[in-house]
């Protein structure tokens, strides 16, 4: 099952067809399993969401590393193959000797310490 985050609207508006549970709510802080985040609910599918629908329906994924996959296809301007640019270029450097987080974008930070296994 795949949980995603309604972050820009309540979670009983329009969404992607095939949602097994929808849980709205008022706009309340939640703990999500990549951080802390602003929601109006959650709504759990049987199939892993495309991140064009995650973008379309302003969700945001619950699971950590497709949450960060996701987070790299936006900094990719929505590309797929610029986000894999990114992502394995953003990753070898995080590796170097020379990697300092303040060089790295914010919305980054994150998602590459749970692509290294550090979140």
Same mark, same amino acid.
């Given at each position: 099952?795949?949980?995603?985050?309604?972050?820009?609207?309540?979670?009983?508006?329009?969404?992607?067809?095939?949602?097994?549970?929808?849980?709205?709510?008022?706009?309340?802080?939640?703990?999500?399993?990549?951080?802390?985040?602003?929601?109006?609910?959650?709504?759990?599918? %049987?199939?892993?969401?495309?991140? @064009? =629908?995650?973008?379309?329906? /302003? $969700?945001?994924?619950?699971?950590?590393?497709?949450?960060?996959?996701?987070?790299?296809?936006?900094?990719?301007?929505?590309?797929?193959?610029?986000?894999?640019?990114?992502?394995?270029?953003?990753?070898?450097?995080? %590796?170097?000797?020379?990697?300092? @987080? =303040?060089?790295?974008?914010? /919305? $980054?930070?994150?998602?590459?310490?749970?692509?290294?296994?550090?979140?």
């Amino acid at each position: 099952m795949y949980k995603y985050w309604a972050i820009n609207r309540p979670a009983d508006e329009a969404y992607p067809p095939g949602a097994v549970e929808i849980k709205p709510s008022l706009l309340q802080e939640v703990q999500t399993s990549s951080g802390t985040l602003w929601a109006w609910g959650w709504l759990v599918y %049987k199939r892993q969401l495309t991140k @064009e =629908e995650c973008w379309d329906y /302003e $969700l945001s994924p619950d699971d950590p590393v497709e949450w960060a996959h996701y987070c790299f296809w936006l900094y990719g301007d929505f590309n797929e193959e610029n986000a894999e640019y990114y992502e394995q270029d953003f990753l070898e450097f995080a %590796k170097s000797p020379n990697y300092r @987080e =303040e060089h790295v974008p914010s /919305e $980054l930070r994150k998602a590459i310490k749970i692509l290294l296994g550090g979140e």
